[in-house]
């Protein structure tokens, strides 16, 4: 590693400027991440290097030597994915220096993900740092900035509303599940119908605790199959009113002509649960669940526009969210650049 | 009389604003700002908080030699230090979410009460429980339960809210910082139970004397703190037999919580004569 003055540039291919059918172009997996790496470490001019590469978003960090530009950093990739330098240009942004730190704290952070706030990235962004660092492609300046960025994130996450609330509705019905229940260790959750949306409320149901498991489908065999891959009960369609009672969550995501579950069916079933709330997620249209199972106490019954609803008003919280997690980036940024100025690192 | 310089009502006072500061810092923070105060925080504040009462009941005790609770300021002060240093002791164990907030407000709306109703701290009081230790252990353990009702009261309250907003499909205010209705109805069980069994102890040692000095038997008071015990008694076992829903359940703890309040008063206003009596016959 030199230790003479750094530029510090980002190339950055991303959903915010790059449609999906190019972006394409530009995906790679862990063997072609190592295969980019290796020019960078061979190279005279390329003092560090850091690899950040998601589903939405390619980005290479990389310190170059001061009398060094963005050509020379781009060849790399245009070698790499036999394009020219021009066309990696069309779809490239490029930050350097202090704009660069600061779009280094605004993805970790999450303020330029497609889902603003999402927290996935900046486990991407660590896990990309600890690969670098791991095969000693960073050195002092990306550790500096790298380390200190986080120390900004945790920052942003914690006086800001930027990562509050859940936005997509598995997730919304997985936290109104634990306003409910509490901790959801032990409870159990019924899914009506074999869909998509039930399957991943599944799958949020079990991360967070939920242990047993039910699937009902129109036909038993149906449900046999399904439920063998979610490792659930198996019921047929016609038979959920005998069960319904054994479940704590039930969520309906069927296609149906006269709502499965009544009301009546709803009271004979929670005059079976020994007082414990039965929490009802309707997200079938036509509705699966008769709207007026609402009116009984201890039934909480939710439907798509319901949990929509308050997705929607978590997305914009936290986009009112955003202004402040950025002038945090802004200020943090300047004083981690200013930093490594005044060291002599970066020029 | 002073402990360490200062008044008891001084210290009282010093008490309530320090609750009072809890409660606004604790509502302020989720309402306006969106985040919950750490728990840590508000332990210490509720702690230093119920120090300072500790000191000013302390004061007061000195003028007697025994537990002050002699008029209805001295009751109802108790009371908010017994719901307190249940908060302190047990209430971590809980683990629920805002009630150190809902046990601060708690603690200043009586307290600001007993100290606004000049009243009611009769300076003129005969001491109600003479020299007679056990007959002391009685009010006190008896005072305590209030205070675990009074807590019973609060999270049945923090139910109530809860459903309410689950219910309503609210989930702003203070929504996401309160606990889950279940394991607050968990604790709403509890919390009743141990009220009950803390005064049943209390009317154990209670009885234990009046059936010594039978003359000295009140039968008001009697007969209300009988009807409390058996109130709550009731309460906890419709609850556990399912026969009442969570949702009635919280209601009727705070209706009964009210209720036992008031009896408290109508009790302490037939004092005097009767422990007067107390005192005579220990003589």
């Given at each position: 590693?030199?230790?003479?003055?750094?530029?510090?540039?980002?190339?950055?291919?991303?959903?915010?400027?790059?449609?999906?059918?190019?972006?394409?172009?530009y995906a790679i997996d862990d063997d072609q991440v190592e295969a980019i790496y290796q020019p960078c470490d061979?190279?005279?001019?390329?003092?560090?290097?850091?690899i950040l590469n998601t589903?939405?978003?390619f980005?290479?960090?990389?310190?170059?030597?001061?009398?060094?530009?963005?050509?020379?950093?781009?060849?790399?990739l245009?070698?790499f994915y036999e394009?020219?330098?021009?066309?990696?240009?069309?779809?490239?942004?490029?930050?350097?220096?202090?704009?660069?730190?600061?779009?280094?704290?605004?993805?970790?952070?999450?303020?330029?993900?497609?889902?603003?706030?999402?927290?996935?990235?900046?486990?991407?962004?660590?896990n990309a740092?600890?690969y670098s660092?791991k095969r000693?492609s960073?050195?002092?300046?990306?550790?500096?900035?790298?380390?200190?960025?986080?120390?900004?994130?945790?920052?942003?996450?914690?006086?800001?509303?930027?990562?509050?609330?859940?936005?997509?509705?598995?997730?919304?019905?997985?936290?109104?599940?634990?306003?409910?229940?509490?901790?959801?260790?032990?409870?159990?959750?019924?899914?009506?119908?074999?869909?998509?949306?039930?399957?991943?409320?599944?799958?949020?149901?079990?991360?967070?605790?939920?242990?047993?498991?039910?699937?009902?489908?129109?036909?038993?065999?149906?449900?046999?199959?399904?439920?063998?891959?979610?490792?659930?009960?198996?019921?047929?369609?016609?038979?959920?009113?005998?069960?319904?009672?054994?479940?704590?969550?039930?969520?309906?995501?069927?296609?149906?002509?006269?709502?499965?579950?009544?009301?009546?069916?709803?009271?004979?079933?929670?005059?079976?649960?020994?007082?414990?709330?039965?929490?009802?997620?309707?997200?079938?249209?036509?509705?699966?669940?008769?709207?007026?199972?609402?009116?009984?106490?201890?039934?909480?019954?939710?439907?798509?526009?319901?949990?929509?609803?308050?997705?929607?008003?978590?997305?914009?919280?936290?986009?009112?969210?955003?202004?402040?997690?950025?002038?945090?980036?802004?200020?943090?940024?300047?004083?981690?650049?200013?930093?490594?100025?005044?060291?002599?690192?970066?020029? | 009389?002073?402990?360490?310089?200062?008044?008891?009502?001084?210290?009282?006072?010093?008490?309530?604003?320090?609750?009072?500061?809890?409660?606004?810092?604790?509502?302020?923070?989720?309402?306006?700002?969106?985040?919950?105060?750490?728990?840590?925080?508000?332990?210490?504040?509720?702690?230093?908080?119920?120090?300072?009462?500790?000191?000013?009941?302390?004061?007061?005790?000195?003028?007697?030699?025994?537990?002050?609770?002699?008029?209805?300021?001295?009751?109802?002060?108790?009371?908010?230090?017994?719901?307190?240093?249940?908060?302190?002791?047990?209430?971590?164990?809980?683990?629920?979410?805002?009630?150190?907030?809902?046990?601060?407000?708690?603690?200043?709306?009586?307290?600001?009460?007993?100290?606004?109703?000049?009243?009611?701290?009769?300076?003129?009081?005969?001491?109600?429980?003479?020299?007679?230790?056990?007959?002391?252990?009685?009010?006190?353990?008896?005072?305590?339960?209030?205070?675990?009702?009074?807590?019973?009261?609060?999270?049945?309250?923090?139910?109530?809210?809860?459903?309410?907003?689950?219910?309503?499909?609210?989930?702003?205010?203070?929504?996401?910082?309160?606990?889950?209705?279940?394991?607050?109805?968990?604790?709403?069980?509890?919390?009743?139970?141990?009220?009950?069994?803390?005064?049943?102890?209390?009317?154990?040692?209670?009885?234990?004397?009046?059936?010594?000095?039978?003359?000295?038997?009140?039968?008001?008071?009697?007969?209300?703190?009988?009807?409390?015990?058996?109130?709550?008694?009731?309460?906890?076992?419709?609850?556990?037999?399912?026969?009442?829903?969570?949702?009635?359940?919280?209601?009727?703890?705070?209706?009964?919580?009210?209720?036992?309040?008031?009896?408290?008063?109508?009790?302490?206003?037939?004092?005097?004569?009767?422990?007067?009596?107390?005192?005579?016959?220990?003589?």
């Amino acid at each position: 590693m030199s230790s003479s003055k750094s530029r510090f540039l980002i190339i950055s291919i991303n959903h915010e400027n790059v449609p999906l059918e190019q972006r394409e172009r530009y995906a790679i997996d862990d063997d072609q991440v190592e295969a980019i790496y290796q020019p960078c470490d061979d190279s005279e001019f390329v003092t560090e290097s850091l690899i950040l590469n998601t589903c939405n978003r390619f980005e290479l960090y990389i310190c170059l030597n001061s009398d060094k530009n963005e050509e020379d950093a781009l060849e790399i990739l245009a070698k790499f994915y036999e394009l020219n330098i021009a066309e990696i240009k069309e779809h490239a942004r490029l930050f350097e220096g202090l704009d660069a730190v600061s779009h280094l704290i605004e993805v970790s952070a999450g303020l330029r993900s497609q889902i603003i706030g999402e927290v996935e990235i900046y486990g991407q962004v660590k896990n990309a740092y600890a690969y670098s660092y791991k095969r000693k492609s960073v050195g002092t300046v990306l550790n500096r900035i790298f380390q200190k960025g986080f120390q900004a994130v945790k920052l942003i996450r914690n006086s800001t509303q930027i990562g509050e609330g859940q936005v997509n509705i598995s997730n919304v019905a997985v936290n109104l599940s634990t306003k409910i229940f509490g901790n959801l260790k032990g409870t159990s959750a019924l899914i009506l119908g074999t869909g998509e949306i039930g399957e991943k409320t599944a799958k949020a149901l079990k991360s967070r605790g939920a242990t047993h498991f039910g699937v009902a489908s129109r036909t038993l065999s149906r449900a046999e199959e399904v439920a063998g891959e979610w490792g659930a009960v198996p019921i047929a369609m016609d038979q959920i009113n005998e069960y319904l009672d054994k479940y704590d969550i039930v969520l309906a995501s069927t296609i149906v002509e006269e709502p499965l579950i009544t009301k009546k069916i709803a009271q004979k079933a929670l005059s079976k649960r020994k007082g414990r709330p039965l929490f009802l997620i309707d997200l079938g249209m036509p509705r699966n669940i008769d709207q007026s199972c609402e009116d009984l106490d201890n039934v909480f019954l939710y439907n798509l526009d319901d949990l929509a609803a308050i997705a929607e008003e978590n997305q914009t919280q936290r986009q009112r969210a955003v202004a402040d997690s950025k002038a945090i980036a802004n200020q943090k940024s300047e004083a981690i650049w200013a930093n490594l100025v005044t060291r002599g690192q970066v020029q | 009389m002073t402990f360490l310089g200062l008044e008891d009502l001084q210290w009282i006072r010093l008490a309530t604003i320090v609750f009072a500061g809890t409660f606004f810092l604790g509502t302020y923070s989720a309402l306006k700002l969106r985040r919950k105060t750490g728990r840590p925080y508000i332990l210490s504040l509720v702690v230093f908080g119920w120090a300072l009462q500790t000191f000013g009941l302390y004061a007061r005790g000195l003028e007697y030699g025994g537990c002050p609770l002699a008029n209805k300021f001295e009751l109802v002060q108790f009371m908010v230090w017994s719901a307190i240093a249940l908060y302190i002791f047990i209430g971590p164990a809980f683990r629920v979410s805002l009630l150190g907030v809902f046990t601060s407000a708690f603690a200043t709306i009586f307290s600001i009460l007993s100290l606004s109703v000049t009243s009611w701290d009769n300076l003129n009081r005969t001491p109600i429980f003479g020299d007679n230790p056990w007959i002391e252990m009685h009010a006190a353990t008896a005072l305590f339960s209030y205070g675990v009702f009074g807590i019973l009261a609060l999270t049945s309250a923090m139910y109530l809210i809860q459903s309410r907003n689950l219910k309503k499909k609210k989930i702003g205010g203070l929504f996401p910082y309160l606990p889950s209705i279940v394991e607050l109805s968990n604790i709403n069980m509890r919390l009743a139970w141990m009220g009950f069994a803390i005064l049943s102890v209390s009317l154990g040692i209670g009885s234990f004397y009046w059936a010594k000095n039978l003359d000295s038997v009140d039968f008001v008071k009697l007969s209300a703190t009988v009807i409390v015990w058996l109130a709550y008694g009731i309460l906890a076992i419709l609850r556990a037999s399912q026969t009442l829903t969570s949702k009635r359940y919280s209601w009727s703890s705070i209706i009964l919580f009210a209720l036992a309040l008031l009896s408290l008063g109508a009790v302490q206003d037939k004092e005097p004569k009767t422990l007067s009596t107390i005192v005579e016959l220990d003589r």
